[in-house]
C-alpha cells in the first residue's frame, strides 16, 4: 500500500495591530501531527506592525488529521510571555500544488475561551489581525529561490509529494484498536452465559433451559462514597446471594469506594460461590480498626523504600503513588503482592461477574474536570480509554508507549497502585470544587450548550481568543490558580505518538463517546500529551457505568446501587441527562417532589418503546421500613428500635466522606440496612428481572409462542 508525503511550506507575512502601545511579537507554530517540536518566528521589538517574512517548512501525510496552530505571542523577559490569540488551521483546505494565503480577523463573533466569564464578566474586543501564506513547495534549492524572489500574490508551485510503501497491519501493535471486545472478555461471556443461563432456570423455574440468544445481560453498577460504600456494597452484594441472584449477573462496576470491595473479594478465585460472611467480618476488622500508626517510623520507611524502587525502575513518581500506599496500609495494615491480572483466576471458568473500574483521565491544568475529561476503565483484561478505541493488556499499564508500541517494559503494579488511581480525590483542581459546591444544574447546562456548539464548528479554521490585554493578567492568574492540580496523579500514556484520521470527528464510534469541548481539536487531545492524570469520577458523574454503556456489551439490566447521602436520586438523574445528551439508549429518570423529599427503597426505570435501553432497577442509600422491620415482615421489638436508627444527614452522618474509622455499631448499622433494602424488595427486583427475560425472548423471536414458562419464586 503506497501513502503519499506532502512537503508543506508556511509563510509567516505581517501582523496589523489594533493596540494603543507597541509589543515584541513573535509567531509560534506547532503541527504535532509532523513534529511534536514548537518552531517560533524572531521576535519583532516594540513594533505594533510587526513584519516577519518567514517560511517554515513540514512534512505531513494527508490522511491523518494536520491542525497547524499558529499563536501570536508578546515576548515578557520578567514573566510568562502574553498570548494574543490562537489560530487553528486545517491543512486539508491546501490542495497539493496549491498556494493559499489567509487573512485571519479577530472580531467579536469569533470563538472566545471564555471559561472565566461567569467569573470576571470580561469580554475580549481585540481587533488585530495576521497575514499567513500556507504553501506547498519544492524540495530542490533553485525552486525555492525562485519561489522566494516572486511576488506573493502571483507566484506558481508544483505539486511535491513523495510516495513511501507500506503494509497496513495492526497485530503487532501492543495497543489494541477497536471497539470490539477483546478475545478474553468474548470467552469469558460464552462461559459466563451459561452459568447465568442456569441460574436464572433455578431461580424462576424455568421450564427449560435458556438458549444464548435468550440470556439477559445482567449488570450490577456501584457508585463511590469512600468507607460508606465499600462497607455496604458488601451488605448489598450478601443480600444478592442470598436471593441467589449472584451467579444471574454478568458484571460488576465500581468507582472510588466500591472499587475497594471488589478488590478484596477478586483476590479469591470463588469468592460469590461462598459465603460472604467471611470478607466481611475482615473488612469489618479493618474498618473499626485505629489507624494512628498510619504514619509511624516503621510506615514512613517502608513508603520511602517503596516510592524509590518504583522511580528506580521507571515509573512516575507522584503524591497518588504515596496515597496509594498509605491507603494499602489503611485498609489492609500490610503490604500485598496482589495484582490486578491475578483476577484472571477468577474468571477462568465464568465462576464470577467480570469486574470493571471506572475511573477519569483530566487535564493537568487550564481545564476544569467538567469541561475535559475522558472515561477510562480497568478491568483484569485490559485498561482502555473507549472513546479512542484504544486499549492495552492490564499487565502493561503503566509501561511507556510510543505509536502504539511498548517501548520501555516496567512490571506490573501491585494493585494497591491502581486502586490509588481509582480513588484519586487529591487531584482535582479549585474550580472542580467551585462546580459541586454552587448549582451543579447551572455548569450540567453550560455543559450541553457546549456539546452543542462543538457540533457547529466547521473544522477550518478557529481563532481562539483570551480575554483582552486589559485582563490578560488576571486571567492568568485566575487560570493558573483555579485549573492548577497541585497534587497531580500521572501515569505512563499508552496512546501516545497516535495520530488521528482526517475524518475522525465524523466517525460514528468516536461521535458515540465524544463529550469534551476539546474533541473537535485533535491537537489538545490525549495521543499528544506525555502523561495520562487519572482521578476519581465523582468529580464529573459518581458513577461506574461508562463500561455498561459501550454497545458491544449489549447490558438489558442494570442494579444501581448508589451511596451518596442526601439526594438519592442525583447521581442517576445526571446519568440519564448525560445519556440522552449522548444519544446512549437509557430509561427516562423522572422523579416527583415528593419522592425526592421522601425516597422509597428500590425504583424501576424502563423505557417500554426502546429496547435498547437496559431496565434499571436503582436502590438508593435510604432508611425507610428497616427503622421498624429488622428482617423483610420481621417487626423490630422496643429493645431492638435504636439498631434501625441509621444517621444519613450528610455531615453530621457517622458515614461522612471523611470519616476514616467506623464504630462496630455503626459498621453493622450500615451493612444491615444494604442488606435489608435489596432483600425487602425482592419482589419488585425479581419482576424486573422476569421481564428482562421475557423481553429477551420476545424480541428474538416475535412471531412464536413463548416456549418457557416463568414462574413466580414460591
Given amino acids: 500500500m503506497a501513502l503519499p508525503i506532502h512537503n508543506i511550506g508556511v509563510w509567516i507575512l505581517f501582523y496589523f495591530s489594533a493596540a494603543v502601545t507597541a509589543s515584541d511579537c513573535y509567531v509560534r507554530l506547532w503541527l504535532p501531527s509532523a513534529s511534536n517540536e514548537k518552531l517560533q518566528t524572531k521576535t519583532i521589538k516594540n513594533s505594533d506592525n510587526p513584519v516577519w517574512n518567514e517560511i517554515f517548512y513540514f512534512r505531513i501525510q494527508r490522511e491523518v488529521e494536520n491542525i497547524l496552530e499558529l499563536a501570536v505571542c508578546d515576548e515578557d523577559p520578567l514573566s510568562k510571555d502574553d498570548m494574543q490569540f490562537t489560530i487553528l488551521f486545517n491543512i486539508a483546505r491546501v490542495r497539493p500544488g496549491e498556494r493559499v494565503r489567509e487573512k485571519f480577523a479577530l472580531k467579536s463573533e469569533v470563538k472566545s475561551e471564555n471559561t472565566w466569564n461567569y467569573l470576571l464578566s470580561l469580554l475580549a474586543s481585540v481587533l488585530d489581525r495576521i497575514w499567513v501564506c500556507i504553501i506547498n513547495i519544492l524540495s530542490s534549492q533553485l525552486s525555492l529561490l525562485q519561489l522566494l524572489k516572486t511576488d506573493s500574490y502571483a507566484f506558481s508551485v508544483l505539486i511535491q509529494c513523495f510516495w513511501i510503501y507500506l503494509c497496513y497491519?495492526?497485530?503487532?501493535?501492543?495497543?489494541?484498536?477497536?471497539?470490539?471486545?477483546?478475545?478474553?472478555?468474548?470467552?469469558?461471556?460464552?462461559?459466563?452465559?451459561?452459568v447465568v443461563a442456569s441460574a436464572l432456570?433455578?431461580?424462576?423455574?424455568?421450564?427449560?433451559?435458556?438458549?444464548?440468544?435468550?440470556?439477559?445481560?445482567?449488570?450490577?453498577?456501584?457508585?463511590?462514597?469512600?468507607?460508606?460504600?465499600?462497607?455496604?456494597?458488601?451488605?448489598?452484594?450478601?443480600?444478592?446471594?442470598?436471593?441467589?441472584?449472584?451467579?444471574?449477573?454478568?458484571?460488576?462496576?465500581?468507582?472510588?469506594?466500591?472499587?475497594?470491595?471488589?478488590?478484596?473479594l477478586y483476590e479469591h478465585a470463588d469468592w460469590s460461590q461462598k459465603s460472604l460472611e467471611g470478607p466481611l467480618r475482615a473488612v469489618k476488622t479493618q474498618v473499626t480498626k485505629c489507624k494512628l500508626n498510619l504514619m509511624s517510623m516503621e510506615h514512613l520507611k517502608y513508603y520511602h523504600k517503596e516510592l524509590a524502587e518504583r522511580a528506580k525502575a521507571g515509573h512516575v513518581s507522584s503524591f497518588t503513588t504515596l496515597w496509594s500506599l498509605v491507603q494499602e496500609m489503611?485498609?489492609?495494615?500490610?503490604?500485598?503482592?496482589?495484582?490486578?491480572?491475578?483476577?484472571?483466576?477468577?474468571?477462568?471458568?465464568?465462576?464470577?461477574?467480570?469486574p470493571f473500574y471506572a475511573v477519569l483521565n483530566v487535564k493537568e491544568e487550564k481545564f476544569s474536570t467538567f469541561k475535559f475529561r475522558e472515561w477510562a476503565e480497568f478491568s483484569p483484561y485490559e485498561v482502555a480509554i473507549p472513546k479512542y478505541g484504544a486499549s492495552i493488556r492490564s499487565e502493561y499499564f503503566d509501561s511507556e508507549f510510543f505509536m502504539g508500541r511498548r517501548v520501555k517494559k516496567l512490571p506490573e503494579s501491585r494493585i494497591c497502585y491502581l486502586e490509588g488511581l481509582w480513588t484519586n480525590i487529591f487531584t482535582r483542581n479549585l474550580l472542580d470544587g467551585l462546580y459541586w459546591s454552587s448549582n451543579s444544574n447551572e455548569f450540567w447546562e453550560r455543559?450541553?450548550?457546549?456539546?452543542?456548539?462543538?457540533?457547529?464548528?466547521?473544522?477550518?479554521?478557529?481563532?481562539?481568543?483570551?480575554?483582552?490585554?486589559?485582563?490578560?493578567?488576571?486571567?492568568?492568574?485566575?487560570?493558573d490558580i483555579i485549573t492548577k492540580r497541585p497534587l497531580l496523579g500521572?501515569?505512563?500514556?499508552?496512546?501516545?505518538?497516535?495520530?488521528?484520521?482526517?475524518?475522525?470527528?465524523?466517525?460514528?464510534?468516536?461521535?458515540?463517546?465524544?463529550?469534551?469541548?476539546?474533541?473537535?481539536?485533535?491537537?489538545?487531545?490525549?495521543?499528544?500529551?506525555?502523561?495520562?492524570?487519572?482521578?476519581?469520577?465523582?468529580?464529573?458523574?459518581?458513577?461506574?457505568?461508562?463500561?455498561?454503556?459501550?454497545?458491544?456489551r449489549n447490558v438489558d439490566v442494570i442494579i444501581s446501587l448508589d451511596y451518596g447521602l442526601g439526594n438519592a436520586f442525583k447521581q442517576l438523574e445526571m446519568t440519564y441527562k448525560y445519556c440522552k445528551i449522548q444519544k446512549i439508549p437509557f430509561p427516562k429518570v423522572e422523579i416527583s417532589e415528593e419522592e425526592a423529599k421522601n425516597p422509597k427503597e428500590c425504583y424501576v426505570f424502563e423505557d417500554a418503546e426502546d429496547p435498547r435501553a437496559p431496565i434499571v432497577i436503582h436502590f438508593p442509600l435510604v432508611n425507610d421500613t428497616f427503622k421498624e422491620f429488622k428482617a423483610p415482615g420481621v417487626k423490630r421489638s422496643l429493645s431492638e428500635m435504636e439498631e434501625g436508627e441509621v444517621n444519613l444527614e450528610n455531615n453530621c452522618s457517622p458515614y461522612y466522606l471523611i470519616r476514616l474509622i467506623y464504630s462496630p455499631e455503626n459498621f453493622d448499622k450500615l451493612v444491615n440496612l444494604s442488606k435489608y433494602n435489596i432483600l425487602n424488595n425482592r419482589d419488585l427486583l425479581f419482576q424486573a428481572l422476569q421481564n428482562a427475560v421475557e423481553r429477551k425472548i420476545s424480541f428474538f423471536r416475535p412471531q412464536e409462542p413463548h416456549s418457557v414458562v416463568l414462574l413466580d419464586k414460591q
Fill in 490 to 552: 500521572k501515569s505512563h500514556n499508552f496512546l501516545r505518538g497516535l495520530e488521528f484520521h482526517k475524518d475522525y470527528v465524523h466517525q460514528r464510534k468516536f461521535i458515540e463517546w465524544k463529550d469534551t469541548v476539546l474533541d473537535a481539536f485533535p491537537n489538545n487531545l490525549t495521543p499528544l500529551q506525555k502523561y495520562l492524570c487519572l482521578i476519581d469520577v465523582g468529580y464529573f458523574i459518581n458513577t461506574s457505568g461508562a463500561a455498561l454503556f459501550k454497545p458491544e
Fill in 330 to 354: 489503611f485498609l489492609h495494615g500490610r503490604p500485598r503482592k496482589y495484582k490486578l491480572t491475578d483476577q484472571r483466576r477468577a474468571l477462568e471458568h465464568g465462576q464470577n461477574p467480570l
Fill in 201 to 264: 432456570k433455578r431461580v424462576f423455574h424455568l421450564e427449560r433451559d435458556l438458549h444464548g440468544h435468550e440470556v439477559p445481560v445482567i449488570a450490577v453498577m456501584a457508585t463511590g462514597g469512600g468507607l460508606r460504600a465499600m462497607s455496604a456494597m458488601f451488605g448489598h452484594l450478601l443480600a444478592l446471594q442470598k436471593l441467589d441472584l449472584l451467579d444471574c449477573v454478568t458484571y460488576l462496576t465500581g468507582a472510588s469506594g466500591s472499587t475497594w470491595t471488589l478488590a478484596d
Fill in 169 to 194: 497491519s495492526t497485530e503487532k501493535l501492543d495497543v489494541r484498536l477497536g471497539y470490539d471486545l477483546c478475545q478474553e472478555e468474548q470467552e469469558f461471556l460464552q462461559k459466563r452465559k451459561r
Fill in 447 to 479: 455543559w450541553a450548550k457546549d456539546m452543542v456548539d462543538i457540533e457547529q464548528i466547521t473544522h477550518d479554521t478557529t481563532i481562539i481568543e483570551p480575554p483582552s490585554c486589559l485582563s490578560g493578567k488576571l486571567y492568568e492568574m485566575f487560570q
